[in-house]
T-cell receptor
Framework: GDSVTQMEGPVTLSEEAFLTINCTYTATGYPSLFWYVQYPGEGLQLLLKATKADDKGSNKGFEATYRKETTSFHLEKGSVQVSDSAVYFCALMMDSSYKLIFGSGTRLLVRP | DTEVTQTPKHLVMGMTNKKSLKCEQHMGHRAMYWYKQKAKKPPELMFVYSYEKLSINESVPSRFSPECPNSSLLNLHLHALQPEDSALYLC???????????????FGQGTRLTVV
């Protein structure tokens, strides 16, 4: 079945470091891809999305590119801040589907 | 406005209590969802409403009873819950496009439920 695999966390970085969180997917067709972020004690916020191959989603300094050839959607940020500390979920949704399929989540800790 | 509002934020209930969780959105979305999230896990889908009709029940026990009174409101009625039902309950909404294509979901802040 369709699935999403994320790198294990926690990822611990110093402030201003470069961030990459890996996400790969398995799907029978061409899904839309999403990154959601969950800050401590809160719900999920949509961070960015891409709906077709080679699309780049971006928001708040975060970027991810939909790579069909490697079935990947890695999240990157050039310079992280302490306020970026959160859990990041990669997710996919197939066309004409109601269901978001989430990865297991990656916790990011940014130290001052 | 991309806000989904859930009340209450926290709820403690006994196993014999009846309580309700509420969710509201004013984005004109015609699909609304309930998710359950346990600690350190991703959300798990429970129910989907499309155009105020229940379209998906992911084999959820009957002690959880959803209700969609109108296109902006979604309730989750709780009765005779067990301690293992303690979790963060998230409401979400999304557009429903042509040919039932569902766009990305917007989530509320959740209700932290503790069953004692």
């Amino acid at each position: 079945g369709d699935s999403v695999t994320q790198m294990e966390g926690p990822v611990t970085l110093s402030e201003e470091a470069f961030l990459t969180i890996n996400c790969t997917y398995t799907a029978t067709g061409y899904p839309s891809l999403f990154w959601y972020v969950q800050y401590p004690g809160e719900g999920l916020q949509l961070l960015l999305k891409a709906t077709k191959a080679d699309d780049k989603g971006s928001n708040k300094g975060f970027e991810a590119t939909y790579r069909k050839e490697t079935t990947s959607f890695h999240l990157e940020k050039g310079s992280v801040q302490v306020s970026d500390s959160a859990v990041y979920f990669c997710a996919l949704m197939m066309d004409s589907s109601y269901k978001l399929i989430f990865g297991s989540g990656t916790r990011l800790l940014v130290r001052p | 406005d991309t806000e989904v509002t859930q009340t209450p934020k926290h709820l403690v209930m006994g196993m014999t209590n009846k309580k309700s969780l509420k969710c509201e959105q004013h984005m004109g979305h015609r699909a609304m969802y309930w998710y359950k999230q346990k600690a350190k896990k991703p959300p798990e889908l429970m129910f989907v409403y499309s155009y105020e009709k229940l379209s998906i029940n992911e084999s959820v026990p009957s002690r959880f009873s959803p209700e969609c009174p109108n296109s902006s409101l979604l309730n989750l009625h709780l009765h005779a819950l067990q301690p293992e039902d303690s979790a963060l309950y998230l409401c979400a909404s999304s557009q429903v496009g042509q040919r039932t294509f569902y766009t990305e979901a917007f989530f509320g802040q959740g209700t932290r439920l503790t069953v004692v």
